[in-house]
């Protein structure tokens, strides 16, 4: 049974923190924290299969002990937003939440606004109050990765510095800050310095953050990528891989989608499923030419670089 609250009316309301936990409580799959770099790192491996440096990790464990948020920059496909993601979930023992930015973010989208009808029946009241993401972890104690943060507008970021501060949310029309001491309440953001379609970061807002860049891994530590991400049946040998890996490295030079590692995942993913589909136990070229063509082609004006790129590695079918 939820705490309640009764109003000067005499009605009975759930408090906020109370439809917070009703609503995301069981979204959260709590588990025992994991606050060790190291341990971090293993777990980041064998839950998540994703290959981390534990000196990021080591960075990322240190800033949030001092509170301060993180900022993962670099191109994308390179792992910042499911690296970040696992992260939150391993520090705060919580499953963490994920909050993509756009340009009309406003705290009423991401703190809470009031429900119309309710509000014309019970005011601007705790009981009309629908709560949201932010303010959600916030009172939880779980992590949020603001996704994108570049995308977003110079208010939504100065909204964000007294959170980063303070850690709090004032809502002026509940009259009520709420507060929250819990260290698993942790932000990391991404941002991709080279797209397009986005916004300047405000100083102020820099000076907040422990900025991490993120960049392509040398060909070396990619096929170990790939290797840990592949759960096809189908072999993709290390011959293949590797010319998949420098392909993919000449059209980060050239095309103007540049794949990232997670491309080159979806890649060999998705060669291998086509080889199993032919009834292959061996990816061969030709198969890694036709998943090459539909995953590595992301823009109209890239397709004759990915089509000269993968035959002069991959022939022509």
């Given at each position: ?87 939150l979930t391993l ?14 973010y406003d705290e ?17 009241s705790e009981a ?190």
């Amino acid at each position: 049974m939820l705490a309640s609250e009764t109003s000067n009316e005499g009605r009975e309301t759930v408090s906020v923190e109370n439809r917070i936990k009703e609503i995301y409580g069981e979204l959260l799959e709590p588990r025992n924290p994991v606050r060790n770099p190291e341990l971090i790192v293993k777990k980041l491996r064998e839950e998540y299969r994703l290959l981390v440096d534990v000196d990021l990790v080591r960075i990322v464990v240190a800033s949030f002990i001092n509170g301060r948020p993180v900022m993962f920059e670099g191109p994308p496909g390179t792992g910042k937003t499911e690296i970040g993601e696992a992260i939150l979930t391993l520090w705060a023992g919580k499953k963490a939440f994920l909050l993509p930015c756009s340009e009309n973010y406003d705290e009423y989208r991401v703190i809470g606004d009031f429900h119309p009808l309710m509000a014309l029946k019970h005011g601007f009241s705790e009981a009309s109050f629908v709560p949201r993401t932010l303010l959600a972890a916030l009172v939880l104690g779980a992590g949020v990765l603001v996704d994108e943060i570049r995308r977003s507008s110079e208010e939504f970021q100065n909204m964000l510095l007294d959170i980063i501060d303070k850690r709090r949310i004032v809502v002026p029309e509940l009259k009520k800050v709420f507060k929250n001491n819990d260290i698993g309440f942790q932000m990391i953001f991404t941002s991709n310095p080279e797209d397009i379609a986005q916004n300047e970061l405000s100083d102020a807002f820099l000076r907040r953050v422990i900025r991490i860049k993120f960049n392509y891994p040398d060909p070396k530590k990619e096929a170990e990528i790939v290797r840990l991400r592949l759960n096809a049946k189908a072999r993709l040998s290390s011959t293949l891989l590797a010319m998949m890996i420098e392909a993919a490295n000449k059209l980060r030079e050239k095309a103007m989608h540049k794949p990232g590692p997670a491309d080159t995942v979806e890649w060999a993913q998705l060669a291998s499923r086509i080889a199993e589909l032919r009834g292959s136990s061996k990816v061969e070229a030709r198969d890694v030419l036709e998943a090459g063509r539909v995953v590595l082609t992301k823009r109209d004006e890239d397709a004759d670089d990915v089509e000269e790129i993968l035959a002069e590695f991959f022939g022509r079918s």
